[in-house]
C-alpha cells in the first residue's frame, strides 16, 4: 500500500455524532423526508478527521480538518464521504511569529464538536421560518489557540441538498472493502496544499515589492 491507500495521513480529529440519534431528539416535521429516507439498519456518524501532509507544498507539514461521514449499513462499516482539506476561512497563525506562514509546521487542527443541535431559522419571518442545524466545534491553530467555529446547514447539505445525499440515502451501497474515497480525499487535499503554498509565495513576493 502507499501513503495515500493506507490512510496513516487521516487520524485524530472530532468525536463523531450519531445522525440517527441527533435525528430523533426533534420531532420537526421538516425532518420527516430525511427521516423516512434512512435505509432501516443504517446508522451515520459525522465528525471531523484531520490529515497531516508532509513537505506538500507549505511548510514540512500542513494539518487541516477533513469532513468524514462514516456509515454503518448492517453489520458492513465504510467512510461513506470525506472531504479534502476544509480551510474554513480561518486566519492561520505562522508557526514561528518573525516568519512566514509555510516555515515549518501550518496547521488548523480539529479538537471537538461542542454542540449540534437543530431549531427553526430566527432570521426568518414566523410564517417562512424553516428548520435549521447549527454546529460549533473547536479548534487550535499553532497549537496556540483553542477558537470555536460554527457552522450552519451542515445535516442539511449532506443530507438534503447536494449530489452526496443521494449516496447517503441510497438503499444499495458499494465500496465497503475499498478506500477509494480517501485515496481520492487525500490526493486533493494535497493539491490544496500546493495551491495554498504557490499563492502564499505570490502574495508575500507582491508585499516585498510593495515594501
Same mark, same amino acid.
Given at each position: 500500500?502507499?501513503?495515500?491507500?493506507?490512510?496513516?495521513?487521516?487520524?485524530?480529529?472530532?468525536?463523531? $455524532?450519531?445522525?440517527?440519534?441527533?435525528?430523533?431528539? =426533534?420531532?420537526?416535521?421538516?425532518?420527516?423526508?430525511?427521516? @423516512?429516507?434512512?435505509?432501516?439498519?443504517?446508522?451515520?456518524w459525522v465528525?471531523?478527521?484531520?490529515?497531516?501532509?508532509?513537505n506538500c507544498?507549505?511548510?514540512?507539514?500542513?494539518?487541516?480538518?477533513?469532513?468524514?461521514?462514516?456509515?454503518?449499513?448492517?453489520?458492513?462499516?465504510?467512510?461513506?464521504?470525506?472531504?479534502?482539506?476544509?480551510?474554513?476561512?480561518?486566519?492561520?497563525?505562522?508557526?514561528?511569529? @518573525?516568519?512566514?506562514?509555510?516555515?515549518?509546521?501550518?496547521? $488548523?487542527?480539529?479538537?471537538?464538536?461542542?454542540?449540534?443541535?437543530?431549531?427553526?431559522?430566527l432570521h426568518?419571518?414566523?410564517?417562512? !421560518?424553516?428548520?435549521? @442545524?447549527?454546529?460549533?466545534?473547536?479548534?487550535?491553530?499553532?497549537?496556540?489557540?483553542?477558537?470555536?467555529? =460554527?457552522?450552519?446547514?451542515?445535516?442539511?447539505?449532506?443530507?438534503? @441538498?447536494?449530489?452526496?445525499?443521494?449516496?447517503?440515502?441510497?438503499?444499495?451501497?458499494?465500496?465497503?472493502?475499498?478506500?477509494?474515497?480517501?485515496?481520492?480525499?487525500?490526493?486533493?487535499?494535497?493539491?490544496?496544499?500546493?495551491?495554498?503554498?504557490?499563492?502564499?509565495? $505570490?502574495?508575500?513576493?507582491?508585499?516585498? !515589492?510593495?515594501?
Open positions: 500500500m502507499d501513503d495515500y491507500e493506507d490512510a496513516g495521513v487521516l487520524h485524530g480529529g472530532t468525536e463523531l $455524532i450519531n445522525i440517527n440519534q441527533l435525528l430523533h431528539q =426533534y420531532d420537526y416535521p421538516e425532518l420527516n423526508s430525511i427521516k @423516512d429516507l434512512i435505509p432501516n439498519g443504517r446508522e451515520y465528525g471531523f478527521a484531520r490529515a497531516s501532509l508532509k507544498g507549505c511548510g514540512s507539514r500542513m494539518y487541516r480538518p477533513n469532513l468524514i461521514v462514516l456509515m454503518k449499513d448492517g453489520k458492513n462499516y465504510k467512510f461513506a464521504y470525506v472531504s479534502s482539506f476544509v480551510g474554513l476561512g480561518i486566519e492561520i497563525l505562522p508557526w514561528y511569529l @518573525d516568519k512566514g506562514l509555510c516555515e515549518h509546521y501550518n496547521l $488548523i487542527i480539529p479538537n471537538g464538536i461542542s454542540s449540534w443541535t437543530i431549531e427553526k431559522d426568518q419571518k414566523e410564517k417562512d !421560518k424553516q428548520v435549521m @442545524d447549527y454546529m460549533a466545534f473547536t479548534i487550535s491553530r499553532r497549537d496556540a489557540t483553542v477558537d470555536v467555529v =460554527y457552522v450552519k446547514g451542515l445535516l442539511k447539505a449532506l443530507f438534503t @441538498d447536494s449530489s452526496s445525499s443521494k449516496h447517503l440515502l441510497a438503499v444499495e451501497q458499494t465500496g465497503f472493502k475499498s478506500v477509494t474515497n480517501v485515496d481520492c480525499a487525500l490526493k486533493n487535499s494535497e493539491k490544496f496544499c500546493k495551491i495554498y503554498g504557490e499563492t502564499f509565495k $505570490i502574495d508575500q513576493e507582491q508585499e516585498d !515589492k510593495e515594501n
